[in-house]
């Protein structure tokens, strides 16, 4: 088995930011991110720990603690890829469905359930299933985020038509927790279609994406 592993360690101190808000001002926050990956032949554990300790929060919105933020069981059989727990996500370049870690924008999404992939010579697969899981933390505010249970599916199939160009079919399906009506089922359906050529007139990467979308 091998074992890697990062810690990352953060001060912050807040001042009056001058927003007439006080609920956001004078305080001290110090974050802690554990990253833990243990491989022993075909599996890999991955795990996440993140604690945060909020000194003179100015309102219950700051909470301090540790959280479980990302734990995950990967499974690898040739061309076959199963993930059990906390995975990414992203169907086609991301209109229909992305759940992903960008920190340039503070977004930190998960889906908390499994994904099943295949990766062939010229043919990929992907089929997802969970229930969506962001950071607890919220990345402006730094406020505490519950968990929103909603549930989240989708797949989609790609085929390499060679010349660097692929193309590809995608659906997800999204039923949030939360209902806009009482007692009415509220669901979010996507379906699209996709194109990709790495290498345009060599000029760089181009894709066409064209989604379809109904809400109930």
Do not use: C
């Given at each position: 088995?091998?074992?890697?592993?990062?810690?990352?360690?953060?001060?912050?101190?807040?001042?009056?930011?001058?927003?007439?808000?006080?609920?956001?001002?004078?305080?001290?926050?110090?974050?802690?991110?554990?990253?833990?990956?243990?491989?022993?032949?075909?599996?890999?554990?991955?795990?996440?720990?993140?604690?945060?300790?909020?000194?003179?929060?100015?309102?219950?919105?700051?909470?301090?603690?540790?959280?479980?933020?990302?734990?995950?069981?990967?499974?690898?059989?040739?061309?076959?890829?199963?993930?059990?727990?906390?995975?990414?996500?992203?169907?086609?370049?991301?209109?229909?469905?992305?759940?992903?870690?960008?920190?340039?924008?503070?977004?930190?999404?998960?889906?908390?359930?499994?994904?099943?992939?295949?990766?062939?010579?010229?043919?990929?697969?992907?089929?997802?299933?969970?229930?969506?899981?962001?950071?607890?933390?919220?990345?402006?505010?730094?406020?505490?985020?519950?968990?929103?249970?909603?549930?989240?599916?989708?797949?989609?199939?790609e085929l390499a038509a060679g010349s660097g160009?692929?193309?590809?079919?995608?659906?997800?399906?999204?039923?949030?927790?939360?209902?806009?009506l009482p007692g009415a089922q509220d669901w979010?359906?996507?379906?699209?279609?996709?194109?990709?050529?790495?290498?345009?007139?060599?000029?760089?990467h181009a894709s066409l994406e064209v989604d379809?979308?109904?809400?109930?």
């Open positions: 088995p091998e074992v890697a592993g990062a810690s990352m360690s953060r001060v912050e101190a807040h001042g009056d930011n001058q927003n007439q808000n006080p609920d956001d001002d004078e305080f001290l926050l110090l974050q802690q991110r554990a990253d833990l990956a243990l491989t022993s032949g075909d599996l890999l554990l991955s795990t996440r720990l993140d604690g945060e300790l909020f000194v003179d929060a100015p309102d219950a919105g700051y909470r301090s603690g540790m959280t479980l933020e990302r734990v995950s069981l990967e499974w690898r059989l040739g061309d076959f890829t199963l993930t059990a727990g906390d995975v990414t996500a992203q169907l086609g370049r991301g209109l229909a469905l992305s759940l992903r870690k960008l920190p340039e924008v503070g977004a930190d999404n998960a889906l908390r359930g499994a994904r099943f992939e295949f990766q062939g010579s010229s043919l990929s697969a992907t089929a997802l299933l969970g229930l969506a899981n962001p950071a607890n933390v919220d990345a402006v505010s730094l406020h505490h985020v519950e968990d929103p249970g909603d549930v989240i599916s989708g797949a989609q199939l160009v692929g193309v590809g079919v995608l659906t997800s399906m999204v039923l949030p927790r939360e209902r806009l979010t359906l996507t379906s699209g279609a996709f194109v990709e050529v790495k290498d345009l007139l060599g000029l760089g379809v979308q109904q809400r109930s």
